[in-house]
C-alpha cells in the first residue's frame, strides 16, 4: 500500500507548526512543505484551495495586517481579500494541511488524525498539545471538486 501524502503549508518557525508536522510525519504520512514566506500563494491556488468554503476560516486574525487592511470591518469582497492574502503570506492561518479531498486548518491532532484517515490510538497522550488547541484553532472541512458540484 502507497504511503498516504498530504501538502503542509506554513511559514515562520512557529513551535505548534513544528510539532504539528513531526506528528503527521510520525504517522507515516509522506508531506510536501511548502513554506508561504518564502514561496506565496498565488490567488489561482488560494481561489482553487478555499473554493465556496468560509474565507474566515482560512484569515489569521490575529495578523497585523487584518486589521490594518480593514478585514476586520467587513469591507472588502472575496475576491479582494483572496488578493490580499496572496500578497501578504501573514494573513493566511496556519498550518494548512491538505491532502487529496480535504483540508485541516490549525493544530489539533485528532482533526488531523481523522482527516488523514488515521486512527485517534495513534494519537500521543500530550494532552498539553491537545488542550491547547481547543476552542475553535482548528478547522476541518471536506472539499468537494468542483466536478461533483456541476
Not at 13 to 29: F, Q
Not at 85 to 90: F, G, I, L, N, P
Not at 105 to 125: N, S
Amino acid at each position: 500500500m502507497a504511503p498516504r501524502r498530504a501538502i503542509f503549508l506554513s511559514y515562520g518557525s512557529d513551535a505548534d507548526c513544528l510539532e504539528t508536522k513531526k506528528y503527521i510525519e510520525e504517522l507515516g504520512v509522506l508531506l510536501i512543505i511548502r513554506d508561504l514566506s518564502k514561496d506565496p500563494l498565488s490567488v489561482d491556488y488560494l481561489t482553487d484551495m478555499i473554493g465556496y468554503l468560509n474565507i474566515n476560516h482560512f484569515l489569521n486574525q490575529g495578523s497585523e495586517s487584518y486589521s490594518k487592511l480593514g478585514i476586520d470591518k467587513n469591507k472588502h469582497t472575496r475576491e479582494e481579500i483572496i488578493g490580499m492574502m496572496a500578497e501578504d503570506h501573514t494573513l493566511i492561518r496556519r498550518p494548512i494541511i491538505r491532502s487529496a479531498r480535504l483540508i485541516t486548518i490549525g493544530c489539533d491532532k485528532k482533526k488531523i488524525a481523522q482527516m488523514l484517515q488515521m486512527g485517534t490510538e495513534q494519537l500521543p497522550a500530550n494532552e498539553n498539545f491537545n488542550a491547547r488547541h481547543q476552542g475553535g484553532r482548528s478547522s476541518h472541512r471536506r472539499r468537494e471538486s468542483s466536478s461533483a458540484s456541476k
